[in-house]
């Protein structure tokens, strides 16, 4: 297992367009979270799952986004309806004692 | 809300050259951690400290944790080009994986 795998790496999108990022943790690692990080500033905590249950939303976490992980595995975020101001790195993190980040996707919004 | 501060935000230097690198919060942490970033890259681990007081080292890199547990510290000894990178501070409570980051200082070490 090479660590988190996170997909597309850069997705460029017009405002007002849906998108969605995929992680892929690494093998049973049972907790899954999801960081915002934008230009300049440090990664801000979103949301996380316990195997398959979402168990914390963050306020940043609006109601056009939204996470799953259907089997404890993967997991995916998706983003309606999207505003230039979700332009930003999105991390995706397992832990197993530590934070293993992956290495992004990266969102331009146009 | 909890926060961490990071200083100085950006920090150029030579190589062969000393630095220290500062978190402060306000607010107390069970475990703090540092991480570094490269562009286009998620960040790594470095350490992580626990206890108050704790004074960790990592090659070149020593970290201390405040002994309120409020503040920690990074020096470099000897900085190289390969230490450029973003340097995050990261506080922890209640739920591990659940971590408040710093902005982070950009460390450029000029050859």
């Known amino acids: 297992d090479t660590g988190v795998s996170q997909d597309p790496r850069h997705k460029i999108t017009k405002r007002g367009q849906n998108v969605t990022f995929r992680c892929d943790p690494i093998?049973?690692?049972?907790?899954l979270y999801w960081y915002r990080q934008t230009l300049g500033q440090g990664p801000e905590f979103l949301t996380y799952?316990?195997?398959?249950?979402?168990?914390?939303k963050s306020r940043l976490l609006s109601d056009r986004f939204s996470a799953e992980r259907p089997k404890g595995s993967f997991s995916t975020l998706e983003i309606q309806r999207t505003e230039q101001g979700d332009s930003a790195m999105y991390l995706c993190a397992s832990l197993y004692g530590e934070l293993f980040f992956g290495e992004g996707s990266r969102l331009t919004v146009l | 809300t909890q926060l961490l501060e990071q200083s100085p935000q950006f920090l150029s230097i030579q190589e062969g050259e000393n630095l220290t690198v500062y978190c402060n919060s306000s607010s107390v942490f069970s475990s703090l951690q540092w991480y570094r970033q490269e562009p286009g890259e998620g960040p790594v681990l470095l350490v992580t400290v626990v206890t108050g007081g704790e004074v960790k080292k990592l090659k070149r890199l020593t970290f201390q944790f405040g002994d309120a547990r409020k503040d920690s510290s990074l020096h470099i000894t000897a900085a190289q080009p390969g230490d450029t990178g973003l340097y995050l501070c990261?506080?922890?409570?209640?739920?591990?994986?659940?971590?408040?980051f710093g902005d982070g200082t950009t460390l450029t070490v000029k050859p």
């Open positions: 799952f316990q195997n398959e249950a979402q168990l914390e």
């Open positions: 990261a506080g922890e409570n209640t739920n591990a994986g659940k971590s408040t």
């Open positions: 093998s049973e690692h049972n907790r």
